[in-house]
Structure formats: C-alpha cells, structure tokens
Antibody, heavy 120, light 111 residues
Framework: QISLKESGPTLVKPTQTLTLTCTFS??????????VGWIRQPPGKALEWLAL???????RYSPSLKNRLTITKDTSKNQVVLTMTNMDPVDTATYYC????????????WGQGTLVTVSS | QSALTQPASVSGSPGQSITISCTGT?????????VSWYQQHPGKAPKLMIY???NRPSGVSNRFSGSKSGNTASLTISGLQAEDEADYYC???????????FGTGTKVTVL
C-alpha cells in the first residue's frame, strides 16, 4: 500500500527559502517509470502542478516557477525534497506530494498535504 | 501556464446524472489520452477517480465515468449521491515544458 507524507515548516517569512520533504512507503523511486510530484493549492483555489522527479533523476518544473524550484530525491531514505526560493505571501498554500505510477501519466496516491503560510 | 477550463459549479438531485466538462487544447487534452479526474472533499487530499480518460482505479464506484471528444474531456456521475458533493479537478498531460496542467475546478452540489 502506497503512502506519502509531507513535512516542513508551517510558517515562513517573505524572501525565505521553503524546504519540504515527502517521505513515502509502498514503492521505490528506483523502479523504472515511477515518479513523485509536488502540487499546491492556495486556500479556496485550484490545484497547481509544481514539479516532478522520475526514477532516473529526470526532473520537470512548472515553467512559471522553474527559476525558484529545485526537486531532489534520496532513494535510500524514500524521500523527495522540494525547495522554493524567495517565498511570497501568494505562495501560501497546501503543498501535496503524490505518486506517479510506472504505467501511466497520473497521480494515483497523494499525501495529506501540509499548509505553508508566508507572512512576516 | 494556462489552466484547463471547467464550469465553476454543477448541481443535481439525488439519483440524477451530471456531467462536468474540461476544455483544453490540442497540446493537452486533444493530443493525448492522459486525462485524469480527482475528487476533493473539504480539508482532504485529492482522490483519483479516473485516469487515461476513462479508466477507473480499483475501488472507485462505476457511477463515475470519463470520456473525451476533441479538446474537451468530461466526467459523468450517475445516480448522484450525497457523498458525491465535493470539488472535482481534471488534469492532463501537456506537450510542452509544462508537462502537467490542472483544471480550474468544479464544485458539485447535491440538491
């Protein structure tokens, strides 16, 4: 059974860097075709895809946030880390990590999400 | 990174069928059979309901079905139940650096 959980600060100040960790179980990020993605959702607003990392370390980013995002993986720890620089109040959102399966292009299992508030 | 377009709200009475549309372009919905639909109850994480346009994951009710025509995908909920009241989001692969794009979201109300 696949499980993912996000962790990180609940409050960051403007201009600071946000670091979020996704710890997962039930799959390996060294399996051919598998990926882990990050998606966020501002309060009361729609979902927005941020980044995705594949088993072979291929990384993809949202073009609008590409310059601020870095995604990495630690296969031995079953973790994926997302960093976002220069945080702004508009980045206040619930951040989710999700599993991309080997067989298709979707996110079939999601973490519970973590709310990050950007405020001075 | 323009989102896919969904109606803001759709409503129906218990037992009825409703359909939610999701409109994109030939670079996403129209070009690939990689459309997914997610259900999200308040305060909860999204749940995958449909993938690859019309496939249901194990455990998802067969009251949920998906289809696509041209640049528009659709999610149909038949036999509407109170528990179906939630927000629904479509998602598609996009052939550009964007890779993945979500819809604007639709609030389903069971009258």
């Amino acid at each position: 059974q696949i499980s993912l959980k996000e962790s990180g600060p609940t409050l960051v100040k403007p201009t600071q860097t946000l670091t979020l960790t996704c710890t997962f179980s039930g799959f390996s990020l060294s399996t051919n075709g598998v990926g882990v993605g990050w998606i966020r959702q501002p309060p009361g607003k729609a979902l927005e895809w941020l980044a995705l990392i594949y088993w072979d370390d291929d990384k993809r980013y949202s073009p609008s946030l590409k310059n601020r995002l870095t995604i990495t993986k630690d296969t031995s720890k079953n973790q994926v880390v997302l960093t976002m620089t220069n945080m702004d109040p508009v980045d206040t959102a619930t951040y989710y990590c999700a599993h991309r399966p080997r067989t298709t292009v979707t996110f079939d299992s999601w973490g519970q999400g973590t709310l990050v508030t950007v405020s001075s | 990174q323009s989102a896919l377009t969904q109606p803001a709200s759709v409503s129906g009475s218990p037992g009825q069928s409703i359909t939610i549309s999701c409109t994109g372009t030939s670079s996403d919905i129209g070009g690939y059979n990689y459309v997914s639909w997610y259900q999200q109850h308040p305060g909860k994480a999204p749940k995958l309901m449909i993938y690859d346009v019309s496939n249901r994951p194990s455990g998802v009710s067969n009251r949920f079905s998906g289809s696509k025509s041209g640049n528009t995908a659709s999610l149909t909920i038949s036999g509407l139940q109170a528990e179906d009241e939630a927000d629904y989001y479509c998602n598609s692969y996009r052939s550009s650096s964007t890779l993945s794009v979500f819809g604007t979201g639709t609030k389903v109300t069971v009258l």
